[in-house]
């Protein structure tokens, strides 16, 4: 398998403007996470899914964000309007769900930058 | 509610000496606890887990990690630091209710002098 596929691996974009990450988890897992990496708040969970159903999204940080999974094969973070503060390396992350003892498989982050 | 608490922001140590980077945990629930590694501009590898098995657990590279409960700790040690151990190291709690939702520390940063 090749592992949790995220894309795009850089983005620039202005302020204002629309974003879109997309994801694809490894096949088979049952979880999909939305991290967010920042200098100043370290890895903060955005949301997560079990089985394409969003489980929790306490950690997406206001409204111009959003989150889907239509299907186990994909998943996007959309953030509508854009601003500065949202820059930051974006992870997505699956997990089989079986026993919940196991780890999480992580892709290799968007890197994302609002100008 | 869980959380978990790394108790160094940066550790730095000379080649070939031992490694401990401390990590103590919050968790109403029997946990599963993970530490991952995270290189400079790359994503995030998992080094080792405790699912409530052996209480020392032994991961990738040289690296072991031990679960006290008595202590709520699971410090990850190495005995010979290796310059590519330079990195970032995350510990992580799962709660095992909690569908696998993973709670991340806020990291130390592992720096190796030659």
């Known amino acids: 398998d090749a592992g949790v596929i995220q894309s795009p691996r850089h983005e620039v974009t202005e302020m204002g403007q629309e974003v879109t990450l997309r994801c694809k988890p490894i096949?088979?897992?049952?979880?999909l996470f939305w991290y967010r990496q920042t200098m100043m708040r370290g890895l903060e969970l955005l949301i997560y899914?079990?089985?394409?159903?969003?489980?929790?999204d306490s950690g997406m940080p206001e409204d111009r964000f959003s989150a889907k999974m239509p299907n186990a094969s994909f998943s996007t973070l959309k953030i509508q309007p854009s601003e500065p503060r949202d820059s930051a390396v974006y992870f997505c992350?699956?997990?089989?769900?079986?026993?919940?003892?196991?780890?999480?498989?992580f892709g290799q982050g968007t890197r994302l930058t609002v100008v | 509610a869980q959380s978990v608490t790394q108790l160094d922001s940066h550790v730095s140590v000379s080649e070939g000496t031992p490694v401990l980077l401390r990590c103590n945990y919050s968790?109403?629930?029997?946990?599963?606890l993970f530490w991952y590694v995270q290189h400079p501009n790359k994503g995030l590898q998992l080094l080792l887990k405790?699912?409530?098995?052996?209480?020392l657990v032994k991961g990738i590279n040289g690296f072991e990690a031990e679960f006290k409960k008595s202590e709520t700790s699971f410090h990850l040690t190495k005995p010979s630091a290796h310059m590519s151990d330079a990195a970032e190291y995350f510990c992580?709690?799962?709660?095992?209710?909690?569908?696998?939702?993973?709670?991340f520390g806020q990291g130390t940063e592992l720096s190796v002098k030659p």
């Open positions: 992580v709690v799962s709660e095992n209710n909690q569908g696998g939702k993973l709670i």
């Open positions: 992350a699956s997990s089989p769900i079986q026993g919940m003892n196991t780890e999480a498989f």
């Open positions: 405790y699912t409530s098995a052996a209480t």
């Open positions: 096949s088979g897992h049952n979880s």
């Open positions: 968790s109403s629930y029997s946990p599963s």
């Open positions: 899914f079990n089985n394409n159903v969003p489980i929790d």
